[in-house]
């Protein structure tokens, strides 16, 4: 009426701010008020805080984000030195601070009622307990609404003013442990993508339940822990199972991406998917052993390129149960010959050699082909290479064919036949482009038969052409074990500057791997190399440690080396100082050598 519009006309001409706040639940009557108020013009200017936009003309909104990771960090310790002034901080608190901060989504809130319960508890406790639930936080601020006395009352409240689909969509986006893409939700929702996108998402974004990324494309879509900690358990089991048969399947088709030149593409989109694999790995553990079957075996290239270690790692926790599938022996045995346990790894791989899935009893022939090489018996090499090979010529599979062709490759080089290491390389070769990974072995083994052939310098070129090709898609195996034969070659060709500046960071990195096999070659070769810089009881120390801890046979060009490495460094001492030094190395392990190797060839000249 006329009272009404006098009253907003003089609204209008204040020279003032006038803050709405929590307009949310009374939207319709925020936003007619505020249309009101314009109408008049005047100079008055108008905040409303909302979940939701008000729709109004002229509304500038602009959304209010979590805090970034240093002003949580600041605002949580002014909080807490308010609640309780001789609170003292530890200086190896940041980690376990910067995770209490993200847990409640770096909201001001959220970390107002962790400041208040952080004295009681502590950061590293206070993070245990959250992880059980957001019911420990509440608002230490008497008098307070209700619904902000705790963040899971104020997730409650916003639940009813959500449409029933909104609500459905946000329970289903739950299922996600992270960022994800509309694509991906609309396979596990099983709607129509247009529609969710136009409907209930654009609902969600709108009362800020759902964060939209659009730094990368496509845009990924994510929930805050403390609404997914609110939402999650309304998830039926029907949910689950879709969410977990999805990340297996699309495991599946990256997993077949990986071995074309559209590798890096596939990489990057296992790489996305980790935490969603976590997920659906418990999931299915739990509930539907085919599944978990099927989901590792679609990583077990992805896992042994990527030097990724977790799918080795479950694989190692169910090996006991009687119906442990093939996949997780394939998993097992590579991991194992890796560390260095070539007996175990021997029983796992044969166990899963006869597997009706290609893509595990190639992995396990594989294994079997590389215990061959570890340990000299190059037979054994020829056969399970030519397994491999016939493989992936019968089932158009560039990578199973270059595993079985880089496997004979090798053996034959070892063996002396180096012409023949040479050729078999390009040997039924597919047609087509390769996968970078794949030319960055078949290089690989071009230059151990360059190596083995004393072609030192196209040894040194064809090395550092796989190393390129593999760092490019980030494929980390190929790369180290690459890196271990241009150190050989570089210890050859006699420049030992250049030698140690390549060994040193690759051991180095190779403290903080579980890759047994090829640190041993690799310190091997630094005996070779230390004998030729003259520093002799480094050289003794590391091979008595080597003689006394390798779990790996020398043979060929590499047990020549150390042969002529060690008759040097006796044509030059007395036996008795030869045998101390070989003391001193006998029963040290290989942690050790790592770092006798490091101080030995960071000595000055």
């Not at 790995?281 to 042994?304: F, G, S, T, V």
């Not at 016939?390 to 063996?415: C, E, K, Q, R």
């Not at 001492?573 to 290989?590: F, K, M, P, Q, V």
Request: proline share 3%; net charge negative; glycine share 6%.
């Amino acid at each position: 009426g006329g009272d009404e519009s006098s009253l907003l006309a003089a609204i209008a001409g204040l020279d003032a701010l006038v803050v709405l706040d929590n307009c949310e639940h009374v939207i319709d009557e925020a936003a007619r008020l505020v249309a009101g108020i314009a109408e008049h013009g005047g100079d008055v200017r108008l905040l409303a805080t909302s979940r939701e936009r008000l729709g109004v003309a002229a509304e500038c909104v602009q959304r209010v984000s979590p805090l970034d990771r240093d002003a949580a960090t600041e605002l949580l310790r002014s909080r807490v030195a308010r609640i309780d002034a001789a609170y003292q901080w530890r200086a190896d608190e940041v980690q376990v601070v910067d995770r209490l901060v993200d847990m409640v989504d770096r909201l001001p809130l959220g970390i107002e009622m962790a400041a208040a319960r952080l004295p009681a508890f502590g950061p590293d406790e206070l993070v245990d307990l959250l992880t059980d639930g957001l019911d420990l936080l509440q608002s230490p601020t008497r008098g307070r609404e209700q619904r902000h006395q705790t963040l899971r009352a104020l997730v409650e409240w916003s639940l009813p003013l959500l449409s029933a689909d909104a609500r459905d969509l946000l329970v289903t986006i739950s299922a996600f442990a992270g960022a994800t893409r509309l694509d991906d939700v609309t396979d596990v929702a099983q709607v129509d993508g247009r529609q969710l996108a136009a409907g209930p998402l654009a609902e969600l974004i709108d009362h800020s339940l759902v964060v939209a990324d659009t730094s990368q494309q496509p845009t990924r879509y994510r929930l805050f822990d403390t609404v997914r900690a609110v939402v999650g358990p309304r998830r039926s089991a029907d949910l689950e199972a879709r969410h977990a048969a999805w990340v297996a399947a699309t495991a599946g088709r990256a997993d077949r991406v990986l071995r074309t030149v559209d590798e890096s593409i596939a990489a990057a989109r296992l790489d996305s998917l980790v935490a969603e694999i976590r997920v659906a790995h418990r999931w299915a553990i739990e509930h539907d052993a085919d599944l978990a079957a099927e989901l590792a075996a679609a990583l077990l290239l992805y896992a042994q390129e990527r030097l990724w270690p977790e799918l080795a790692e479950w694989s190692a926790e169910l090996i006991g149960a009687a119906d442990c599938a093939p996949a997780h022996l394939a998993a097992a045995a590579a991991d194992a010959a890796n560390r260095g346990r070539l007996n175990e790894a021997g029983d796992l791989a044969r166990r899963a050699a006869d597997s009706d899935d290609l893509r595990v009893r190639s992995s396990a022939l594989d294994t079997l082909a590389n215990l061959g090489l570890y340990g000299g018996d190059l037979d054994q090499v020829h056969e399970y290479g030519e397994a491999l090979r016939t493989l992936g010529v019968d089932h158009d599979d560039p990578f199973m064919w270059m595993l079985g062709t880089n496997s004979i490759s090798l053996a034959l080089a070892y063996g002396g036949d180096v012409e023949s290491a040479k050729t078999v390389l390009h040997t039924d070769r597919p047609s087509g482009e390769l996968a970078p990974t794949i030319r960055a072995w078949l290089d690989y083994a071009a230059a151990e038969a360059a190596l083995a052939g004393g072609e030192v310098d196209q040894a040194l070129r064809l090395v550092e052409r796989a190393i390129r090709a593999g760092e490019s898609v980030r494929s980390g195996f190929v790369v180290s074990v690459a890196q271990v034969t241009r150190l050989s070659a570089l210890s050859r060709a006699g420049d030992g500057e250049a030698a140690i500046a390549a060994f040193v960071p690759v051991l180095r990195q190779y403290r903080f791997t579980h890759d047994v096999t090829h640190v041993v070659t690799a310190l091997r070769n630094v005996v070779v190399l230390l004998e030729r810089l003259g520093r002799d009881r480094a050289a003794i120390e590391l091979l008595g440690a080597l003689d006394a801890s390798s779990t790996t046979d020398s043979y060929g060009g590499e047990l020549a080396d150390l042969k002529a490495a060690l008759d040097a460094i006796t044509a030059r001492h007395e036996s008795g100082a030869i045998a101390s030094w070989l003391a001193e190395g006998n029963g040290r392990d290989l942690a050790w050598a790592t770092e006798r190797a490091l101080d030995a060839l960071s000595q000055p000249a």
